[in-house]
C-alpha cells in the first residue's frame, strides 16, 4: 500500500505569501553568509569549518561577501517579478530534456575534474595514493574489510585509466571520484525530484544540496568516500520512492547494503532502507511518526550505553570517551569536541543546522513521511560522526564523519519547502539559493586547489587543535602533520613548530629530532642543524644515516675530527651504506687524506654507481694525486654526469696531455668550445704561449 505524504501547514494567506518567502529564504542564507565572514575575519582552529574566505587577500574576501548579501537583499526587493513563472515537472519535451541531461552530465564531469582537490593534505589522502600506487592497503593503516568495495573499485578503475589513457595515480583517482561526483550529484535532482513535483521548489531543494560542504568530494576528492556518499544518495531516492509506492523494497536495500560495502561508517544508510521498508507496511503515517521517534530515542540512548561500556571494559579506543583520561582530554561533551562538532556542521550542512535552529523555536506542523526519514537517517549519521574514532582530529579528518551533510541539508531543504515556502512558485528564490551555496563552496574549493593555501590554513587550524597539543597522546598527530608539511607541501617552516611540540611531550622521538636537523641544515643553518642531528643519535644510537648526517654537518661547520668520529661508527655499523662511504671520503678530503678517501668514494660507486658526486669527487682526488690514467677515466664519466662543469674538462685536457695523448686532448678542448667558446687554444693548457 503506498503511503500518502502527510498534509502540511499552508502558512499565511497568498497576499503575504511573497514577503514571507522572502525572509524564510533571504533570513537563513543571510545569516550563514555573516557566520562565514566572522570565520574569514577569524581563521584558526575554532573556525575550521567556516574559515575558508581567509585564504583569499583583503579586501577581496570581505568584499565578495558583501556582495553576496547585497545580491540576496537586490533579489528579495524584485521578488514579486518573479511570481507565476512556476512550471510542473514534466512540461518540457522529452528530446529537450534528453540533450539538457547529457550537456550537464559533461559539464559537471569537466568541472569536476579541471577544478578538482590538489592538496591531499586531508584525511589519508596522500597515503591512499601511495596505497593504490603499489604500497597496498596497509599503508593506511585502516583494515580494509572497513572500505572493501571502495579500495577494490578505485584499484581496478585506476589501474585501468593508467594503462588505457597513461594517466598518474593521482589523475585517474580524481577521474573517477568526478565520475562518481557526477552520479551522485544525479542522485540529488532525483532526489529533490520526488520531494516536489514543482520545477521552482525542486531547483530550490537541489540547489540547497549543495550548500553542502560534502559536495568537496565530487572535485576529485582523494578518500575512500565519494563512492560510498554517492551509493548513498541513490539509496535516499529508492527508499523515497518506496515509501511514496513507486518501486519495491528491493534497489533501496541493494544499494544500502553497497553503501555499506563501500565505507562501513556508511552503515546507517542502510539501517534507514530497512527501516523504512518495514515501517512502510504500517501504512499509517502517524503511526510510522511516532515510531520513527522511539526508534531515534533508542539510538540515542544505545550510541551513550556502547560508549560507556567500551570505556569501562578498556575496550581498543575507537569510541568517544565518556570521561577524560590522563592522556585523552577530549571527551564526548568537552568544549572542543562540541566546537569540532559545531564546525563540522557548519561545514557539511550549515543550511541544515540553519533551519533546525528555525524548527526548534517555531510552531510545529505536521511532518512528512519523507522529512521524517530524512530526519532519522541524518540523526543515525550524526551519531556515527559523534562517536567514532576519537584519536583523528576533526578539522584534518573532517571527511570521516561527513555522512550526514547531505541528508541534513535534505531534510532543511524539504522542511522549509512543505512547511514555510509553501506555495514556492518564484525563480527568484533559486537565484537566492544559488548565490549561498557559492558562498560556502567556491573559497572551499579554492583551498583544497592551492597546496600553498591549504597548507596553511590547515595549520593555523591544527596549531590549536587538541590532537596536537603536548597532552594528547604525546603529540602524535603534530609529529605526523610536520612530516606530510615538510615532505608533501614543501613547507618546512610551518613544520618546525609541530616538530618541536612533538620533543617537548616526547623527547625521545629521533626521527623528529632528524627531520629538525635535516631542515636547518637545508637552511644553511648547520649549528642548528648539528643540535638536531646529536639529538637524533642520542636516542637511536645505532642508526648509521643519523650518525653520517650528523658527520655531514660537522663537516659543514669545519669539525672533521668530530665528524671523523661520527663516520666512522656510522660506517662500521652499515658498511652498505652509499651515504656513509661517501660522507667518509669527503671528511678525509678535508682531512687531506686523499688516497684514503678514494677508496671510500670508490666502495660508494661500487654501491650505487648512479650518483654523479662519487664519480666526479674521485676525478678530482685522481687529478690531486697525479694518476692521471685513473684521472681520465673517472674524468670522462663525470661528464656524463655534469657536462658543463668546466673544472672537469680542464682536468680531463691536461690528464690527457700529461699522458702525451696530445689528439685525444685536442678532441676534449673542441667539446668545451661548444660550450664555452672563448676557450684558451690547446698551448695554454700546455704552459706555453699561443702562437
Not at 529533490?192 to 576528492?221: E, K, M, N, P
Not at 576533526?394 to 555522512?403: E, G, I, Y
Not at 567556491?442 to 583544497?448: G, V
Not at 690528464?655 to 689528439?663: F, H, I, K
Request: hydrophobic share 50%; net charge neutral; glycine share 6%.
Amino acid at each position: 500500500m503506498a503511503i500518502v505524504p502527510a498534509s502540511t501547514d499552508e502558512g499565511p494567506k497568498q497576499t503575504s505569501t511573497n514577503s514571507l518567502n522572502m525572509g524564510w529564504i533571504v533570513g537563513p542564507a543571510a545569516f550563514i553568509i555573516i557566520i562565514q565572514s566572522i570565520g574569514a575575519a577569524f581563521p584558526g582552529y575554532y573556525t575550521w569549518g567556516f574559515g575558508y574566505w581567509s585564504v583569499l587577500p583583503e579586501p577581496w574576501n570581505y568584499g565578495l561577501l558583501v556582495a553576496a548579501l547585497l545580491l540576496l537583499f537586490a533579489v528579495s526587493r524584485f521578488w514579486k517579478l518573479s511570481a507565476g513563472l512556476d512550471s510542473p515537472a514534466g512540461s518540457r519535451p522529452a528530446a529537450f530534456r534528453s540533450i539538457t541531461f547529457g550537456a550537464a552530465v559533461a559539464f559537471l564531469l569537466a568541472l569536476f575534474f579541471f577544478f578538482r582537490s590538489r592538496a591531499h593534505l586531508y584525511g589519508d589522502g596522500y597515503l591512499i595514493l601511495d596505497e593504490l600506487g603499489g604500497t597496498g592497503p596497509e599503508s593506511t593503516g585502516f583494515p580494509i574489510y572497513l572500505k572493501v568495495l571502495s579500495y577494490y573499485l578505485y584499484k581496478w578503475l585506476c589501474d585501468a585509466l593508467s594503462v588505457v589513457f597513461t594517466l598518474s595515480v593521482e589523475h585517474s583517482f580524481a577521474m573517477v571520484s568526478a565520475a562518481g561526483g557526477v552520479i551522485g550529484t544525479v542522485a540529488l535532482w532525483k532526489i529533490a525530484d520526488i520531494l516536489s513535483s514543482h520545477s521552482v521548489q525542486r531547483w530550490f531543494i537541489f540547489l540547497s544540496a549543495l550548500t553542502s560542504g560534502c559536495v568537496i568530494l565530487f572535485f576529485g576528492y582523494v578518500e575512500y568516500y565519494t563512492l560510498a556518499t554517492t551509493c548513498g544518495l541513490w539509496t535516499i531516492y529508492y527508499t523515497l520512492r518506496h515509501v511514496q509506492g513507486k518501486s519495491g523494497p528491493v534497489p533501496a536495500i541493494l544499494l544500502g547494503l553497497l553503501t555499506t560495502g563501500f565505507h562501513i561508517l556508511a552503515l546507517p544508510y542502510l539501517v534507514f532502507a530497512v527501516l523504512a521498508v518495514a515501517l512502510h507496511r504500517a501504512g499509517n503515517p502517524e503511526t510510522i511518526s511516532g515510531r520513527l521517534k522511539r526508534i531515534d530515542l533508542l539510538a540515542v540512548g544505545a550510541s551513550v550505553l556502547l560508549g560507556l561500556l567500551a570505556q569501562v571494559l578498556s575496550l581498543p579506543q575507537w569510541l568517544m570517551l565518556i570521561w577524560p583520561r590522563d592522556d585523552v582530554p577530549y571527551w564526548f561533551l568537552s568544549p572542543d569536541r562540541l566546537m569540532d562538532l559545531l564546525n563540522l556542521t557548519l561545514l557539511v550542512a550549515p543550511l541544515g543546522l540553519a533551519v533546525l535552529a528555525i524548527w526548534i523555536f517555531s510552531k510545529k506542523g505536521r511532518p512528512t513521511i519523507e522529512e521524517n526519514l530524512l530526519g532519522s537517517l541524518a540523526l543515525l549519521c550524526f551519531l556515527v560522526a559523534f562517536w567514532v574514532e576519537p584519536k583523528l582530529g576533526a578539522a584534518r579528518d573532517w571527511d570521516l564523519a561527513s555522512f550526514y551533510g547531505f541528508p541534513f541539508t535534505l531534510w532543511g531543504a524539504a522542511w522549509l519547502t512543505n512547511h514555510r515556502l509553501r506555495p514556492l512558485k518564484h525563480p527568484a528564490a533559486i537565484i537566492s539559493v544559488a548565490v549561498l551555496s557559492l558562498v560556502l563552496i567556491a573559497p572551499n574549493l579554492i583551498e583544497k586547489n592551492d597546496l600553498a593555501h591549504a597548507a596553511r590554513y590547515l595549520d593555523r587550524a591544527l596549531r590549536d587543535s587538541p590532537h596536537h597539543r603536548a597532552d594528547y597522546g604525546l603529540a602524535r598527530r603534530a609529529w605526523i602533520w610536520a612530516f606530510i608539511l615538510n615532505d608533501k607541501a614543501d613547507e618546512p617552516e610551518l613544520a618546525i613548530p609541530n616538530l618541536k611540540r612533538r620533543l617537548d611531550a616526547e623527547p625521545n622521538t629521533p626521527d623528529a629530532w632528524a627531520l629538525l636537523g635535516t631542515i636547518y641544515s637545508d637552511k644553511s643553518m648547520f649549528d642548528s642543524a648539528a643540535l638536531y642531528f646529536s639529538g637524533a643519535t642520542l636516542y637511536a644510537p645505532g642508526n648509521a644515516a643519523y650518525l653520517t648526517r650528523l658527520a655531514e654537518t660537522e663537516c659543514r661547520l669545519g669539525r672533521y675530527r668530530s665528524a671523523l668520529e661520527h663516520i666512522v661508527i656510522a660506517e662500521r655499523l652499515k658498511p652498505d651504506l652509499f651515504e656513509a662511504q661517501f660522507q667518509f671520503g669527503v671528511v678525509l678530503t678535508q682531512l687531506e687524506r686523499y688516497a684514503e678517501a678514494v677508496g671510500r668514494f670508490r666502495k660508494a660507486t661500487d654501491i650505487d654507481s648512479s650518483v654523479g658526486a662519487a664519480v666526479i669527487n674521485l676525478s678530482f682526488l685522481y687529478s690531486e694525486l697525479k694518476q692521471h690514467d685513473s684521472a681520465r677515466v673517472y674524468l670522462s664519466r663525470a661528464l656524463e654526469f655534469d657536462s658543463k662543469n668546466k673544472h672537469l674538462y680542464t682536468k680531463l685536457i691536461k690528464a690527457d696531455l700529461a699522458l702525451g695523448r696530445l689528439q685525444e686532448a685536442q678532441q676534449v678542448l673542441e667539446r668545451y668550445r661548444l660550450i664555452n667558446p672563448s676557450t684558451p687554444e690547446i698551448e695554454h693548457f700546455m704552459g706555453r704561449p699561443a702562437p
